[in-house]
């Protein structure tokens, strides 16, 4: 009996220890949960205040928003049209400002999907089969036009369009305006040199499930157009960035915390 009574105070004994130091390992795990959410909250406070002060609508706190940015054509293969003289490729064109507009999108808070970032050759179904397997929430494709006369910008649709992408176009188009381009060419249905009537549509437009338009930033065949791109370079991507957001905002993607932007 004895024996068995000191075993079993040996046996209480142990277990307040162990108690004491489980509680003190709870204790330990809480309060370094609770550094760990307070640094990342006082960041994303940091964060949106910063933008909040630059005048710019940022996306709301819990809000998603991706974005696929499609820098045309790419590669040895495919380099677009070419200025006049031949030494500028519209591919490098549309990934320069890709990279500019994916910097401002990411600023304002937008997550972004690259179909290409840097020189090389990718598939034309490859490019909105990429955001429809990334659920991407809108689509923009940047490209730049060409003709023996002919400058301006240009944002297309599909020729049957949702409203939802008029709107997309539209907007982008009005925020370039404002920026400062040679002409206004207005949104357009379907595929350029075919009447809407025939039905034929951009592939990226056609095939992307989320609301698409195609930006023709100009063409590169046009002098004007061109010292426009390269002066602008960056005020058009961040205009294109803000009405993709403002966009968003219109069609109930997402909620945005600071409502400055109103191109
Ligand atoms: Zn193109």
């Given at each position: 009996?004895?024996k068995?009574?000191?075993?079993?105070?040996?046996?209480?004994?142990?277990?307040?220890?162990?108690?004491?130091?489980?509680?003190?390992?709870?204790?330990?795990i809480?309060m370094?949960?609770?550094?760990?959410?307070?640094?990342?909250?006082?960041d994303?406070?940091?964060?949106?205040?910063q933008?909040?002060?630059?005048?710019?609508?940022?996306?709301?706190?819990?809000?998603?928003l991706?974005?696929?940015?499609?820098?045309g054509?790419?590669?040895?293969?495919?380099?677009?049209?070419?200025?006049?003289?031949?030494?500028?490729?519209?591919?490098?064109?549309?990934?320069?400002?890709?990279?500019?507009?994916?910097k401002h999108?990411?600023?304002?808070?937008?997550?972004?999907?690259?179909?290409?970032?840097?020189?090389?050759?990718v598939?034309l179904?490859?490019?909105p089969?990429?955001?429809?397997?990334?659920?991407?929430?809108?689509?923009?494709s940047?490209?730049?036009?060409?003709?023996?006369?002919?400058?301006?910008?240009?944002?297309?649709v599909?020729?049957d369009?949702?409203?939802d992408d008029?709107l997309?176009?539209?907007?982008?188009?009005?925020?370039?305006?404002?920026?400062?381009?040679s002409?206004n060419?207005?949104?357009?249905?379907?595929?350029?040199?075919?009447d809407?009537a025939?039905?034929?549509?951009?592939?990226?437009?056609?095939?992307?499930?989320m609301p698409?338009?195609?930006?023709?930033l100009?063409?590169?065949?046009?002098?004007?157009?061109?010292?426009?791109f390269?002066k602008?370079?960056?005020?058009?991507?961040?205009?294109?960035?803000?009405?993709?957001?403002?966009?968003?905002?219109?069609?109930?993607?997402?909620?945005i915390?600071n409502?400055?932007?109103q191109?």
């Amino acid at each position: 009996m004895e024996k068995h009574n000191r075993h079993t105070f040996i046996y209480w004994d142990r277990v307040i220890i162990a108690l004491c130091i489980f509680v003190l390992i709870i204790i330990f795990i809480v309060m370094g949960i609770k550094a760990i959410i307070g640094a990342f909250t006082d960041d994303k406070k940091n964060d949106a205040v910063q933008a909040a002060n630059t005048d710019t609508a940022i996306i709301g706190e819990g809000q998603k928003l991706l974005v696929c940015v499609d820098a045309g054509h790419g590669g040895e293969g495919d380099c677009g049209a070419l200025s006049n003289d031949e030494s500028r490729f519209e591919s490098d064109d549309d990934l320069n400002m890709a990279h500019a507009v994916e910097k401002h999108l990411k600023e304002l808070g937008a997550d972004v999907l690259m179909t290409r970032t840097e020189d090389k050759y990718v598939d034309l179904y490859q490019r909105p089969e990429m955001a429809n397997d990334a659920d991407a929430d809108i689509f923009v494709s940047l490209h730049r036009n060409s003709a023996e006369t002919g400058q301006g910008v240009e944002v297309w649709v599909n020729y049957d369009a949702p409203d939802d992408d008029t709107l997309l176009a539209k907007n982008i188009l009005k925020g370039l305006d404002k920026v400062g381009i040679s002409q206004n060419r207005g949104v357009q249905y379907g595929y350029q040199g075919y009447d809407p009537a025939a039905k034929v549509n951009y592939v990226v437009n056609e095939k992307s499930n989320m609301p698409s338009c195609l930006v023709e930033l100009g063409f590169i065949t046009d002098d004007e157009d061109n010292i426009l791109f390269d002066k602008n370079l960056d005020a058009y991507a961040k205009s294109i960035a803000e009405s993709v957001v403002k966009s968003a905002e219109e069609l109930n993607i997402i909620k945005i915390s600071n409502k400055a932007v109103q191109n």
